[in-house]
């Protein structure tokens, strides 16, 4: 009895797992090209990265003068991308940019640019550094990027998408920026500070009231011309003084 319920359980879980493993049919595809995109995504939505890799390569290789051919191509940078290979999906998005420029999916794809950029920001992991004392290029990246797809496809369906990454990506730089100018403050050097609030005021829109705030701290401690430096002296030398 013991052996049979044994028996049993085998093969129902292997039958589980080739279930798990078996896209549907699909009937009524057009093509076998069709069949294949529609199994890649099938594993993608599932998580079934490599799967849908081999799926998508065998449009690509196999159709390539088919309608699903750039469909496949999309599909496997984002099965890089939801992999969280963010240099490989970097490379199919633009390379499919720089080829297709015109298809429907290329507002997907420059998107896409822009969030393989971000996904690669630096850890805000309390017990490490603050991400905006990191080297934060990959998010100067992202935002020009997320700029670049805004502004070309204004009416695109993913742009309140775009809209909300592109703030998350400025508040990184903005601390970086506040943070500078916090310093140059604590040094007591106005000019720098100032410097660094008027490329805040000239690059970015600042979104969160706390922010606001140390803004108007850092201007009340540093007005625009102070009297010193209109007369040519240091701040240092003033307080000497």
């Known amino acids: 009895m013991m052996k049979k319920k044994v028996l049993l359980f085998a093969v129902f879980f292997t039958a589980l797992i080739f279930s798990c493993k078996t896209a549907p049919a699909f009937a009524g595809a057009e093509s076998d090209g069709e069949v ?19 799926k998508f390569m065998k449009v690509i290789s196999d159709f390539s003068f088919s309608k699903y051919e ?61 991400p905006s004392e990191k080297d934060i290029e990959v998010v100067e990246k ?12 204004p009416d695109d369906d993913n742009r309140v998408l775009g809209l909300e990454k592109l703030e998350k990506a400025e508040g ?33 829109t600042v979104s969160t009231e706390k922010n606001r705030r140390r803004i ?13 430096e209109d007369t040519g002296e240091s701040e240092e030398t003033a307080d000497e003084k």
Not at 142 to 153: D, E, F, G, P
Not at 216 to 228: M, Q, V, Y
């Open 172 to 204: 990184i730089l903005i601390e970086r920026d506040l943070r500078v100018a916090e310093f140059y403050r604590k040094k007591g050097h106005c000019p720098a500070v100032r410097m660094r609030l008027k490329y805040i005021s000239d690059n970015f």
């Open 70 to 130: 750039p469909l496949a191509t999309v599909a496997l940078g984002d099965t890089f991308y939801y992999r969280k290979e963010y240099l490989s999906a970097l490379e199919v998005y633009r390379r499919f940019v720089k080829m297709r420029p015109g298809h429907e999916k290329t507002p997907w794809a420059e998107l896409q640019i822009a969030n393989s950029y971000f996904a690669q920001r630096p850890s805000s992991f309390i017990l490490l550094p603050n």
């Open 216 to 228: 108007a701290a850092l201007n009340a401690r540093c007005p625009l011309i102070t009297e010193s």
């Open 36 to 54: 294949l995109y529609r199994q890649g995504r099938y594993f993608l939505e599932r998580g079934d990265f490599s799967l849908a890799e081999r």
């Open 142 to 153: 992202a935002v020009a990027q997320y700029r670049h797809y805004l502004n070309k496809y």
